[in-house]
Each structure stands twice: as C-alpha cells, then as structure tokens.
C-alpha cells in the first residue's frame, strides 16, 4: 500500500511538472500581459510598463520564466508557498487569490453535488428497479436530454426565464386549478410508477399520489405558504416522519415493531425538543448551535435505540440515531425560517426573492446575523445549484441504473431470493450496497473536477470562484494565476483518482491496489 | 388453447430470437446492423440528424477553401466569403446586414400552416438573418464534431493499442503522456488558439481532436491488455504473425464495439465543449460562426430578442441528443450482455385482460 502510494506520487510530480511546463508556455505566447498598458496616453505609463517588466521578468524568455517560477512554487513542499503576484487582481499574491476563490467554490459546489448524487443515484435505482417500464422509459429520455443540454444556455435560462418568473410568481404565489391538475396528475403518474405492482396497486398509487398533491397545493395556496414560508412544530413532526420512513425502508424495515415504534418517535422527540431548541439557539449564536442541536439529536436517538432496542439495538440505534441527526437540521431549517420576514424586509425590492448575481447581498452581510447570511446564501445558491443539478443529475442517474442492473442479475441475488428473503432485504442489503461501489469512485473524481470550477455556471451567476479567476487569468494574460489554477486543479484531479482507487480497494475485497 | 401457440411462438422469436439467429452463422456486422435498426430512438435520431445535416449545407450552401475571411467585393463592393461559394436555395447570406422586416425583428417562422416567411429565426439589431447564420452555425459545429470525432478516435486508438499490447517502458511512457493531457485544461489551449490564430472551426477542430483521445485511449489499452492473452493472440503469433498484423488483425476488430461507442460519445461531447468555449469567447470567434459563438455573441440580447437564443441553443441540443441516442443504440447492438428481456406481467397487460374478460362476459 505505502510503495502503490509513494510510486504514485513520484510519477504524479512528474506529470504535473510537464503539464505545468506546457500550460506555461502556451499562456505566455497567447498574449501580450502589457497590451492594455501600451495603448494608453498616460505621461507616466513608461514607469508602469518597466515596473511590471522587472517585477514579471517580462524581459526573460518564457522558456526559462518558467524555472523562476518553479523555483517559487517548490517552496510550497516546503511551506512557503510563492507563486508570484497576480497583476489582473492588484497585485495580490496569487494564493491569496486562490485561497479565496476556492472557498467560493466550494460554497457553490457542496450542495449541488450531495444533492445530485442523493437524487441521481435515487432515480436511477428506482428505475433500474422498474427496468422498462413507462417509467423507465420517460426517466431514460429525460436524462438523455438533461446529458445533451448546454451548460451555459440552462444557466441563461434558468437566470432570465426561470428567475423572473418566479420572483414574479413568488409576490403573489397563488396556484390556479388549472396549474394544479397538470401537476398533480404528472406527480400521481410518477408516484404510481415508481410504486409499480399490479393494476391494483396502480390505481392507488395513483389515486393517492393526485389527492396528496392536490391537498398539499391547496394547503400552499391558502397560508400563502410560499411567501412566508415556516415549518413550526406540525411541519417538523411531518418532515422528521418523512426522514424516518425513508430511513425506515433503507435499513430495518417496517416489520419490526420496537424500531418501528422508536425511529417514528423520533418525530415527538423533536417536537418535545422544539422548546429547549429555541433556548440552545438564541444563547449559542453561530455554527456551534446547529452541530449541537445535530449532535443532541442524533445522540437521544442513539440512547433511546439502546435502551429501548432489545435484540436489535444496535441497528434500531443507528437508525434512530441518523433520524434524529436530520431531525436537528430540520429544526435548524425551522429556525433559519423564523428570520424569513425579516430577510425579505432587508433585501432590495427590485432583486427579488431568488437573487441572479454574485453570493451575498451586502445589505444583509451588514446585519451579522447568521441565520439571515444563511437565508442569503441559499437564495443566491439556488440558480446555480439548480443549473449544476440538471447536468449532473443524468449522469449519477445513468450510473446507478447500470450499476444496480448489472448487480440485481448476478447470482448471489437469485440465491437470496430464493432463500426466501422479502424484496426489501434483497435490494437494500445484497444489491444496492454493492451497487453503490462504483459509484462510491465516481464521487471523488467528481467532486475534485467541481473544485476547478463550474466555469460558465460561475461566469454567467457572476460567482466569484475558481473558474471566474480562471477566466479572468486567461483574458488578461496573467500567466501567474492561470499557472496557480492550473497547479490546484491538476493536483486535485490526481488526489481525486488516488482516493478512488484507495477507495475502491478498501470497499472491494476482489481489489488490490498494486 | 391449441389455437394460441403458434401466435405464442412468433411473439417469442420477435423477442429473443437475435441471439438464436448468431447460431445460423451471420457475421458481426449483419447482429448489430440488426440490432441496430431494432433500437427505435437510435434510428429516429439518425433520420433527424441526416435531415439536420441536409437542411444546413444545402440551405445556404457552403464555402470550400479559402481562409473564410469577410473581404469586400472590389466590382459590387459587397461582403463576400473568401473561397468558392457553392450557393444553396436559400437566397439570404449569413454575413449580410438586410432591412428589418418585422419590427424588432422577431421571427415571421408560421408553424401551421407551415410559412417560413421572410427571415423564419428573426433577425438581429443589424438586420442579419438568423436562419442563415444559425444554418452556417451548424455547419461549422458538425465539421468540428467530425473532424474532432475521427482525429481524437484514431490518436486514441493508436495509443491505447501500443500501450496495450507492447506494455513495458512504452506503456509506462504513452500513460503519463496522456495523464499530462489530461490535466491540460482546454481552456487554455483555446485561448492560444483564438488570440494567435484567430479561431476558425478547422483548427479548432483539429486541437480538441488532438486533446480528447485521453479516455479513448485508456478504454483500448484495457481492451487490449485483456485480449493479447487470449489463446488466438498465442496461435496468430506461433503461425509466424508479426506485430503488425495481430494487433490490426487479429486484436484491433476485437475492439470494435468499444471504439464506436466511445467514439459517438466522444463526438456529442465534442459538440457540447465546442460550444461552451465559444460561449466564454475562447473558441470559435467572429467573423467565423458556430452555434456557440451564436449565443455567446447575442448572450446580452436575451431579454429583448430571445429567439437570438433559442434557434442555436434548441439546435445544439438536437444535435447532442441524436449523437448520444446513436452512441445508446450502439452500445445496445454491441453489447450482448444488454439483452432485452421478454416482458412479463405488469399493469397494461393485466388492463388488457380485464378488457379482454369483459368483452368476453
């Protein structure tokens, strides 16, 4: 294991520093760093231009530019980091400039990628589950268009279609009836077919799918719900009892009725702790609460598994420990969502709610209150996001499909049906944990090509991150930033790989790294 | 009861017969022609490709040779293209300013009954016709697919089988090679490429096929490392084979699936970058057009002019789903292990019987 990681990294260092020699070069030759500066009529500009020659060693061939700069960028193996300045950002060093927008991209990308791998991987294993059917069918051709949609033209539709309409749909959001049999009746055909079963069961789903949808829109329609939009203690029991039925099927079942009775108590658990939650908030200001509010959730459920659990403590505990932990985020959203009015009071009026520029609104970062940066950050979030999503939603979809067929055909799974296992046991615990393993290397090469930046999703938000930096390097001939992007995505994309190799062997037993 | 099965029989060799036919001794290419044509949406999209591809070169005609540069006309003083104007039946050019027609410009496009009018896609501030430039658009945007889908497949190809079949230093070496591309952003090679060269879809083309091979590449070399084991690798080399002709011969046809797929993929993706890096302006740039640089130049325009924006955007998405729905009904055809199954049970067929039960009472 140490020489496949030594050996690897020896001939990483060799690949970045050729990529990194090229990557040099052809930034160099691709323009003139000074051509703004020699067209100008300034008396002193002569100064500027010599200025900026001497501190680039402008007068020095790229060729051998490119060792002074290696020269700087070694000190970084041994902490001291000098990638030289980067004269497009006011001559700031240029890890300073890096350090700030990859901390923007990763604000960005975060909730785009764990929410795609969650929706990805759940559409595509409930339709590998429902292989040719309608479902199926439609899901495999949304995806495919979804795969050939242009990243910029999605994001410049959702910023100037989608945006507009729904700020202006949000200031008086009223669903008509019309509007609402179209979407109940496409959610019931969802619901009826990733249900699936006979004619029967068919009809329900559907008929229960439609009258659900209907009475949750009609709900939305008469408290204005999507205006001042809270949860309360009713909405956190509803959403804890949702997260805990997921839960429920995806590891014990319903068929236990210790597990059953405490992972769904859960629920009052969390409306008992509602209360207590306000106190924990309003004297713990910042993070801490909400990782306290998590852990002490996630700890009653623990405690409450091993206690009460009897002979399946050790599952009806962790079960009832990962409900409680998205119990307290629920509370964290329900408190977050007690600052809404407030949050709308501040904001510009002619910015709308869902905001289509940049990460923060000033007049909001001014009030230092977190929960209302929160609320801000998330509204600017939601565009990009949403862009990210469309694309990389097909892809985990086509993935885990594939991933989950090939498994439920191999022969371990006929054995554990044939030995009489229900269907919930088969699928959850012999084909989706082994069908998540390739998908468990996709992850970390995914996410290390995110860190170098939705390029075109930042340019068209106007985010601030790596990609926007990127660009900015590119057009203004600023060989030191590129070369500094360049180094952290290539040395990201490499670390990205090594993780999913080491992952896969670890997961694997069949694999050895070598 | 007796009277059903023969209908049983050819419902059945409808569904799974494809593999039992392998048995009467066809060749590779007549199963996947077959499986092929079986695969409705590959073949759709075929067809509205082909009609995509015919409608663009013969619309306004093409431009062989020359360096396609704007120059003026020293007889008429008009805009021409430089090099030889085959002409099509569209009588608008891409490059000329025309009176606004409708005001604004929106487009005179009647669905039905169908009308195109006089500028179908609309026109821009200065009075170009939308149709024929997003008509040049996709031109130039399926040249560059071609040319990055044949260069990158055969460097790819080239290199995976070297790799893979003589192993050792040079595999080691032509490996890291292609690591050093892969970490190569395009970007930057984009940018070089629309400063220094003005940025025409050819060498576009030509540098995305020279930078796209990488994943080709790895794919064949993994083909190959599995296949120079195998027992007629051993008896091709014991009649006295050379290198040569085992690795084109005898492993090369072995990896034909493999190549095909990955080539169609490589060619919708190849659409998708083609059009992003002319979107951020590093890619193709005016006075050459792609659909990409299209949008990107009428990007500002959306709020008051988008159909700028919808006509080459609707028109890249087309042409990226055809290709990959290609890629799909390829895959199917070479991989036999993606058989369709016979469908048994389910909803409509139980509906079926219910209704059949009722006519019978």
């Not at chain 2, 040079?170 to 060269?197: C, E, N």
């Amino acid at each position: 294991m140490l020489s496949f990681i030594v050996r690897r990294a020896a001939a990483t260092l060799m690949v970045l520093l050729v990529a990194s020699f090229i990557v040099y070069q052809l930034t160099a030759i691709s323009g003139d760093p000074l051509m703004e500066l020699r067209g100008s009529r300034d008396p002193d500009i002569q100064f500027r231009i010599q200025y900026l020659t001497e501190i680039l060693q402008l007068d020095v061939p790229p060729f051998i530019r490119y060792f002074y700069w290696l020269g700087g960028a070694a000190g970084c193996l041994i902490g001291q980091c000098d990638l030289g300045i980067s004269v497009s950002r006011g001559e700031i060093p240029v890890t300073e400039a890096l350090s700030g927008a990859i901390a923007s991209t990763v604000q960005l990308i975060t909730l785009a990628t764990i929410l795609s791998i969650i929706i990805g991987v759940a559409i595509g294993m409930t339709t590998a589950l429902r292989q040719y059917s309608g479902y199926d069918y439609t899901v495999t051709f949304f995806a495919f268009i979804f795969y050939s949609l242009p990243i910029f033209w999605v994001a410049v539709l959702l910023k100037e279609f989608g945006a507009i309409q729904f700020n202006r749909f949000l200031e008086e959001p009223y669903i008509p009836p019309g509007a609402m049999t179209v979407i109940a009746l496409v959610l019931a055909v969802a619901v009826s077919g990733i249900v699936g079963g006979g004619l029967k069961t068919r009809v329900q789903s559907f008929i229960g799918g439609a009258v659900l949808s209907v009475v949750v829109m009609i709900f939305l329609n008469l408290t204005q719900w999507l205006k001042y939009p809270a949860l309360g203690v009713p909405g956190i029991i509803l959403m804890t009892l949702l997260v805990a039925s997921v839960v429920l099927v995806l590891s014990i079942g319903f068929n236990q009725r210790r597990g059953l009775i405490i992972v769904l108590g859960m629920a009052l658990v969390a409306a008992a702790m509602w209360l207590p939650g306000q106190y924990l908030f309003f004297y713990i200001q910042g993070p801490l609460g909400i990782l306290l509010i998590v852990a002490i959730m996630a700890a009653i459920g623990v405690l409450l598994g091993i206690v009460f659990g009897g002979d399946g403590r050790k599952e009806i505990s962790r079960a009832a420990g990962i409900t409680g932990a998205f119990a307290g985020l629920i509370m964290a959203i329900d408190e977050a969502l007690q600052y809404w009015s407030e949050y709308l009071s501040l904001i510009p009026l002619n910015n709308g709610y869902i905001s289509t520029i940049g990460a923060v609104t000033p007049a909001i970062k001014r009030q230092e209150n977190m929960w209302l940066s929160l609320i801000d950050s998330y509204a600017h979030l939601i565009l990009p996001t949403a862009a990210l999503l469309i694309i990389s939603v097909a892809g985990y979809t086509r993935y885990s499909r594939a991933s989950l067929l090939e498994v439920m055909n191999q022969d371990y799974v006929r054995t554990a049906r044939a030995k009489g296992l229900n269907e919930r046991t088969v699928v959850v615990r012999h084909a989706m944990r082994n069908a998540l393993l390739p998908i468990a290397t996709i992850v970390p090469v995914d996410i290390t090509a995110l860190i170098g930046g939705a390029v075109i999703t930042e340019q068209v938000f106007a985010w601030a991150g790596m990609g926007a930096l990127f660009i900015r390097g590119l057009n203004a001939v600023d060989v030191n930033l590129v070369m500094g992007y360049v180094m952290i995505v290539g040395l990201m994309a490499v670390i990205g790989n090594v993780i999913a190799d080491l992952l896969y062997s670890a997961l694997d037993p069949r694999i050895r790294v070598s | 009861m007796a009277k059903k099965r023969p209908v049983d029989e050819t419902q059945l060799n409808r569904e799974i017969t494809i593999e039992q036919r392998e048995t009467e001794g066809l060749s590779l290419g007549t199963i996947v022609r077959r499986r092929f044509f079986r695969h409705k949406a590959a073949v759709i999209s075929m067809i509205v490709l082909g009609a995509i591809t015919l409608l663009a070169f013969t619309s306004v005609g093409t431009v062989v040779g020359g360096s396609g540069n704007l120059v003026t006309d020293p007889n008429t003083g008009k805009l021409a293209v430089d090099g030889f104007r085959i002409p099509g039946w569209w009588q608008l050019n891409w490059y000329e300013n025309y009176d606004i027609y409708n005001p604004g410009g929106t487009p005179t496009l009647n669905v039905w009954p169908f009308d195109p009018g006089q500028h179908p896609f609309g026109q821009d501030t200065l009075g170009k016709d939308i149709f024929a430039r997003v008509m040049r658009g996709i031109q130039q945007s399926l040249i560059v697919v071609f040319i990055v889908g044949l260069l990158s497949t055969v460097i790819g190809t080239i290199v995976g089988a070297l790799a893979g079949y003589f192993r050792g230093w040079l595999d080691t070496l032509l490996m890291r090679a292609t690591d050093v591309v892969i970490i190569l952003p395009i970007l930057v090679v984009g940018a070089v490429l629309s400063r220094s060269f003005g940025g025409d879809a050819v060498s576009l083309a030509l540098l995305l096929g020279a930078l796209a091979w990488t994943g080709l590449a790895r794919l064949v070399r993994a083909e190959f490392l599995a296949l120079r084991e195998r027992e007629f690798v051993d008896a091709a080399r014991v009649a006295g084979a050379k290198n040569s002709r085992i690795i084109f011969k005898h492993i090369l046809p072995n990896t034909i699936g493999v190549i095909v797929v990955n080539a169609t993929l490589l060619m919708a993706a190849a659409i998708l970058i083609e059009t992003s890096l002319s979107f951020l302006g590093f890619g193709i740039v005016a006075p050459d057009i792609s659909l990409g640089q299209i949008i990107s130049e009428y990007n500002e325009a959306f709020r008051t002019r988008p159909w700028l924006f919808w006509y080459p955007g609707l028109f890249i998405v087309i042409i990226a789903l055809c290709i990959n729905f290609i890629g799909d009904g390829l895959r199917d055809a070479f991989d036999p292990r993606q058989r369709r199954l016979p469908k048994s049970g389910g909803a409509i067929a139980e509906l079926k019987q219910l209704i059949a039960k009722r006519r019978g009472n």
